[in-house]
Antibody
Framework: QVQLVESGGGLVKPGGSLRLSCAAS????????MSWIRQAPGKGLEWVSY????????YYADSVKGRFTISRDNAKNSLYLQMNSLRAEDTAVYYCARENSYYGSGTHYLWFDPWGQGTLVTVSS | EIVLTQSPGTLSLSPGERATLSCRAS???????LAWYQQKPGQAPRLLIYGASSRATGIPDRFSGSGSGTDFTLTISRLEPEDFAVYYCQQLRAFGQGTKVEIK
């Protein structure tokens, strides 16, 4: 079945670095855009970054631009998020999600499905 | 930047009642980019509705979505015990702040 499994979360000090991974299975990974979305404790969802299917197009939320780097390895069916200069406000559960994008009747549709189970990143001294 | 505002923040209802959740965009958006998700404690969000009104695979028909322009609605016709959760709307890569549906 279609599945996304994140790993790499943990406790890190402010200013530190962490690399998250997302392993995909059950679908042709190289056909899809992928996103990282985070959720601070008790808060809502915040989109963080996306990468195109080939990796040639990348966007970041302003809150992480210049500190986070998204990448993918289509041969390994894997998505990554390198997080540097971490701050307390980066504390969150980080989800990877597949972007579903298709054109129907001349209209472009976009939604996120599936999502991984999430990995917790805690930034604290 | 489009801002999505969901209301109410919390909806207190009893099983069997109808739930109506609102998502308002700060400017007109394409309904094809409007989706709804359900999230239960400790779980990842689950897709319910995409394209404003199309149910995702396996989603019961008590869930329905509607709307256009700046105003969108998720309706749960008769609440089941498993429907008490937080619901988020999404437009492209922006999310609303969520509506919690709790048991009254």
């Amino acid at each position: 079945q279609v599945q996304l499994v994140e790993s790499g979360g943990g406790l890190v000090k402010p200013g530190g670095s962490l690399r998250l991974s997302c392993a995909a299975s059950g679908f042709t990974f190289s056909d899809y855009y992928m996103s990282w979305i985070r959720q601070a404790p008790g808060k809502g969802l915040e989109w963080v970054s996306y990468i195109s299917s080939s990796g040639s197009t990348i966007y970041y939320a302003d809150s992480v631009k210049g500190r986070f780097t998204i990448s993918r390895d289509n041969a390994k069916n894997s998505l990554y998020l390198q997080m540097n200069s971490l701050r307390a406000e980066d504390t969150a559960v980080y989800y990877c999600a597949r972007e579903n994008s298709y054109y129907g009747s001349g209209t472009h549709y976009l939604w996120f499905d599936p999502w991984g189970q999430g990995t917790l990143v805690t930034v604290s001294s | 930047e489009i801002v999505l505002t969901q209301s109410p923040g919390t909806l207190s209802l009893s099983p069997g009642e109808r739930a109506t959740l609102s998502c308002r965009a700060s400017q007109s958006v394409s309904s094809s980019y409007l989706a709804w998700y359900q999230q239960k404690p400790g779980q990842a969000p689950r897709l319910l509705i995409y394209g404003a009104s199309s149910r995702a695979t396996g989603i019961p028909d008590r869930f329905s979505g509607s709307g256009s322009g700046t105003d969108f609605t998720l309706t749960i016709s008769r609440l089941e015990p498993e429907d008490f959760a937080v619901y988020y709307c999404q437009q492209l890569r922006a999310f609303g702040q969520g509506t919690k549906v709790e048991i009254k």
